[in-house]
């Protein structure tokens, strides 16, 4: 059973445009939701995090937008560069420290930015 | 800024070899976790823990063991290595009280 879905495996996006990547949760448990970035052949990589208390966090050109009536957030990228192809995941975790569940990834995005 | 660091960036084993994964974190994190990572099935925790010598299971632990016995280190353990082990294996530790986890560089296992 999926808890954390990204239904989209693969988005094209032109270069200073918007990126829109969409993450589902199902686990009305889960206080806090982060985004990361990953290179192929490195380690995931940080981007931004929200809790539960909050629906929206801003950090230079990434938003995440949290609506958890619909147990839906999105991460919003502006302006698309071509540093930003990546595949991105989605993690959510029920508390701070991650505990014995860890963070739940979702299966990622790959995202293309076109010239 | 926190640094995790795996001991190896690319193995190749034999099917039956024991294989050691090394991960150490200069944070003094108290919780550490390994995952793996596969095409289309994202990231999947394998081990947990969360002291020295604590650990626990993650979702499929099986094959695997790992050992703590200092903070800063967390090593996962293949007793005997098998082809469907080969995978992109990540470290990453996280403070008690925070939410973001770092991740280490992975290191890519090719059992052959």
């Known amino acids: 059973d999926q808890q954390v879905k990204q239904n989209s495996p693969s988005l094209s996006v032109q270069e200073g445009r918007i990126s829109i990547l969409n993450c589902d949760y199902t686990?009305?448990?889960?206080?806090?939701f982060l985004w990361y970035k990953k290179y192929p052949a490195e380690g995931p990589t940080f981007l931004i995090s929200?809790?539960?208390?909050?629906d929206k966090n801003e950090d230079g050109r990434f938003t995440v937008f949290l609506n958890k009536s619909a147990k839906h957030l999105s991460l919003h990228i502006v302006p698309s560069q071509p540093g930003d192809s990546a595949v991105y995941f989605c993690?959510?975790?029920?508390?701070?420290?991650?505990?014995?569940?860890?963070?739940?990834f979702g299966k990622g995005t790959h995202l293309i930015i076109q010239p | 800024d926190v640094k995790v660091t795996q001991s190896s960036r690319y193995l190749v084993k034999r099917t039956g070899e024991k294989v050691f994964l090394e991960c150490v974190q200069d944070?003094?994190?108290?919780?550490m976790f390994w995952y793996r990572q596969d095409p289309g099935l994202g990231l999947r925790l394998i081990y947990f823990?969360?002291?020295?010598?604590?650990?626990e299971k993650g979702d499929i632990p099986e094959g695997y063991s790992v050992s703590r016995e200092k903070k800063e280190r967390f090593s996962l353990i293949l007793e005997s290595a098998s082809t469907n082990q080969t995978s992109m294996y990540l470290c990453?530790?996280?403070?008690?009280?925070?939410?973001?986890?770092?991740f280490g560089q992975g290191t890519r296992l090719t059992v052959v």
């Open positions: 993690a959510a975790s029920p508390r701070r420290g991650g505990g014995a569940d860890g963070l739940t």
């Open positions: 686990n009305s448990m889960f206080d806090y």
């Open positions: 929200i809790s539960s208390i909050k």
């Open positions: 944070m003094d994190h108290e919780n």
């Open positions: 823990s969360y002291d020295v010598k604590m650990k």
């Open positions: 990453a530790s996280i403070r008690y009280s925070n939410t973001e986890a770092f």
